[in-house]
């Protein structure tokens, strides 16, 4: 599932852009290689928690970025805050797409506590399952963002002279990038993206089920405590959701998984194994700058791989 607001179609040219509230990454992913790649710190107050609260000051300091970056200006944006609700719910099967949308909007509108007429709305059945009298039933993956977020979003992207292609989820982005094409269905398996954001996402192969950001910054004071205590309380949420499968192992990616005590700390305290994925998955990354930390880059090429799906 590649959650979109805009639907323009995209091609080479697209990149994908995370703006974490720390750092702006541009990635440039072309054939399974990187082409271009940029980051760079942005100026406190600009992006809190996820969210745009100063559409002009983020536009001027995108504008500067992407003219120093020399990256295309067609883009992914990527999105990962409070203002964006995601639920696994499930239905019989219904074949009539209009239908399906319709019996979808009505259940997403009592599972969802978002009015969602001031929302944007995308979903994508995921799965099927026989029921007990024989009929199948459907499980369908719902993603609704209030709209104003998206709008700032877009807002600032377009006043740096950007052309946003599409606005995908941080979450998709980071499955999309991390798991594994032969990766066992019998069991969840969590990432953790600690970055300006932390960013909670749960998957069953490429398959998003569940994503939630955290309170908690990876370098805060007593972080390993109230991020174990924070992603044991997100899994015990998952896990109450129709049919969800225990979680095996724990993805750390972003410049907080260099951390060798935060990793050890969450491993012992959640008794998850902890893996380490390469933070730019298969891509071909030799284009990056010597010296340049691949795990600032890991949503943006997840974002621009979702534009060529």
């Known amino acids: ?32 290689r990187i082409v271009k790649a940029a980051s760079s710190e942005l100026p406190a107050g600009l992006v809190t928690e996820g969210e745009v609260v100063d559409v002009a000051g983020l536009a ?3 504008k500067e970025f992407t003219r120093h970056a020399g990256l295309p200006r067609n883009v992914r944006l990527g999105v990962a805050n409070r203002q964006i609700v995601m639920r696994l719910i499930e239905l019989p099967l219904i074949e009539d797409a209009a239908e399906r949308d319709a ?19 995308d979903f994508d059945v995921v799965g099927y ?6 009929g199948q039933r459907m499980h369908v993956v719902v993603v609704a963002a209030r709209q104003s977020m998206v709008e700032a979003v877009a807002e600032a992207a ?20 991390l798991a594994e094409e032969t990766e066992a269905q019998d069991q969840a398996r969590l990432y953790c993206h600690l970055g300006g954001v932390t960013n909670l996402a749960i998957a069953i192969g490429k398959t998003c089920l569940f994503s939630r950001p955290l309170s908690t910054a990876w370098d805060a004071q007593n972080a390993v405590d109230t991020l174990a205590d924070e992603i044991r309380l997100s899994l015990d949420y998952y896990m109450a959701q129709p049919n969800a499968l225990p979680a095996g192992e724990l993805v750390l990616s972003g410049p907080g998984s260099q ?23 298969r891509l071909d990354s030799s284009a990056l700058a010597p010296g340049e930390d691949p795990r600032r880059y890991t949503v943006a090429a997840g974002l621009a791989l979702g534009a060529a799906a």
Do not use: C, K, Y
């Open 1 to 32: 599932m590649a959650f979109s607001v805009l639907r323009n179609n995209s091609h080479n040219g697209t990149v994908g852009l995370d703006i974490d509230g720390r750092l702006v990454a541009a990635v440039q992913a072309v054939d399974g």
């Open 129 to 134: 399952q026989e029921s007990q009298d024989g």
């Open 60 to 62: 001027s300091a995108l």
């Open 158 to 177: 377009r006043g740096a002279g950007l052309r946003p292609e599409g606005i995908d989820l941080d979450a998709f982005a980071l499955v999309r990038m």
């Open 103 to 121: 019996a979808v909007r009505f259940q997403a509108s009592e599972a969802i506590a978002m009015p969602l007429d001031e929302a944007v709305m």
């Open 259 to 281: 951390d060798d005590e935060l990793v050890s700390g969450l491993g012992g305290r959640l008794r998850l194994e902890m893996v380490a994925a390469p933070p730019l998955g």
